[in-house]
């Protein structure tokens, strides 16, 4: 065993010690420095609540450090009811600066308080800090019924659990800096037993490096675009697969209309652009794009028919035909099925001429899509070599002013 | 609402006075041309509108389906047929739950006037359901109750290119007009008339030419008229109408499967986009003009290009994503072409 691993326990080893190193929860981050800096006497103190290991702790020990305040921290290792609060309290609080520093109280774990040994504890603090001299923050992991009456004269703060994502990018840039390897599967096990937890992750990932193995007990998911980055860059069907089961995203019918979130989160769309914007042989491209197609009949059957337990064979189609196609050929996620600078401009064309497509549609009894083959094209043209004046004809139609330009484009673009 | 649409029809510059295939739509049904066998039997059921039945109008593109159910809506329902006729495109309006919300609400409008039960008001209501053929079979079941339903208030002017592909049901509960493809002499003679009107000069083989290209469609006819004539000061010649016809939507498609052929992926599918975007072509009509654009210009393979399109078609049917299945389309020709370009 490789003892050297543990010269130094990686939790505190990449414990933060600047603002800008913290992970995840940056509008809370950015609320409390707010907070700090815009401090006045009597300002409400906080009340950060959230789960541990997500760097409440760390972040008050870094931002007194960074606003040069003396940081006096009391935590449930200290006994607190109300005759020592109050003896180490109020001294504070009458003599704002004990060495000519400014202080800032924090008062850690205070859902650890006592009912028993801390009596009277939650009250004192209560009338103790309703008009406080110097800035207070105080912190729990839940918001229980004993310390409610504290929300009363604080402001609550809720720090969200780190998400897996940012966990999945940490430990990898993590493992990077340790110059170690985890195996896709215990890598996901990690993350998914961490919780949340940042500092339960280091310690989990530090022990799997010495060879322990932890159970895993939750499924874990990744963003779509993290997911089938991964798929593509997979060494093995398995792999692949795994990455495919634990994406973020489904097979949907967009036929039955699709949110923009919806529809970014389309596992077989998702793969489509990502094929379809690489640079692979023409033959390869034709095969993949049949098998996209024959997978994409499956979905369509699956979405008319309800069939939903038929979804369970896509992944294993797509990672045992598709992904030993494409394997090292060097494809990465794409979103859009084109450039943008390409795709942009024709979607900007279609939301422009939509108004104007469902009037003259109307008016030529006939549907849009005839409308768009058959008139459309004759229309600009015959706008210009009749010497219509464009503005006149909106006005006609009821139409605004604005599509004079969108129509000049089309004509000029004949 | 009114009000516009007076403002429209009085503007020189409106729509429909610009457009001359607006401008020359037949207002009364005698005025549609060579359906002599359709105006004659029209004619007599107009005598007896109370008897009248649901209808079914098959036939190709462009040969007066659509202007034949405005005219006898407005013949049957006054001058204010506008208001008793509703309008549909099964091609838009994609989805029966659309279609019966639409012919609920206007089925509704006319139980609170109460029409049916005042003898000297007018005896129903009027549907023109166009493009019927492109309503998947179960639509088309569900479309069969919604006209069993309003049928006491309301008649169906159904509209289709292939009576076969309505189901028969639908079929049954109409009286089918099978329109004719026009012939050359028809349409000649229709674009002369409306050159004669607009003091238009025109190359005699250039109006041929038009027909040839358009197969017998008189609205399509009419727009490549119109086009050429604005390209060369009131003059159409051979030249106007061949650059006239590129412009069509179906020469697009033509260029793009052409490009796919010649391995221009790419290129296609980026004109593919365009075309689906921004000219609103659905995907189903961008396959059956392919079809037809391979077929009249001879396209080289052509049993091969059959059997791909005819693979996607269903594909595209029975599939959830239509880029997908087209852009799958166009790879498949890159391969064809593969082999005839080594």
Redesign the interface.
Known sequence: MNWSAFTMMWSEKYRPTKIEQFLGNEDVRINILKWLSTWTSGAKPLLLIGPPGIGKTSFVTVISKQFNYDLIELNASDSRNSNLLESIITPILNNSSLYGKRSLLFLDEIDGLSGRDDSGGVDFLVKLLKNPTIPVIMAANILNLKIKPITKIARVINFLPVSKQLRFVFLNYVLKQENHKLENDDLIKIINQSNGDIRLLLNLSQACILGYNPEMDQTFTFDIAVALSNFFSSKTISESLLFLNNSEASY????FGLSPEERRKDK??GI?TSI?NSNIH??L??DL??L???V??L???V??TRKWSILKYIDNILATYIFSLIKNKGITYNQY??NWS??GP??F??QS?KEL?TK????????????????????L??????D??IS??L????LDEKLKPVLEKEISK? | MKSTKLKEDESVNSYTNLMWVEKYRPKKIEQIVNQKDIIKALNNLKKNPNEMPHMLFAGPAGVGKTTTALCLANELLGDDWRNDTLELNASDERGIKMVRERVKEFAAVIKLTGISENNNEKPFRIIILDEADEMTSEAQTALRRIIEDSSKTTRFIIICNYLSQIIEPIQSRCAVFRFKRLDKENIVEHLKTICKLEKIQFEEEAIAQIFDFTYGDLRHSINVLQTAAGMNMGHVTKDNVNSAIGLSGKSKVGEIVRLALDGKFNDSRIKLMELIHVYGMSEKDFLKYAFQETFNKKFEKFGELSEIMAEYDYRLVVGAHPEIQLVAFLAQLGKLGKDERK
């Open positions: 949907v019918d967009p036929r077989l769309y489509y379809i023409e033959l491209l034709s794009m049949d996209l197609s024959k994409d009949i979905v369509g059957k979405g008319s099925s084109m390409i795709l024709i979607i064309r279609s001429l497509f003259l549609s109307y008016l030529s009894h006939t549907s849009k899509s005839t409308f768009g083959s058959f008139y459309f094209p004759y229309l043209n015959i706008l210009q070599n009749f219509i004046d006149e004809f006005k006609t139609l009821d004949m």
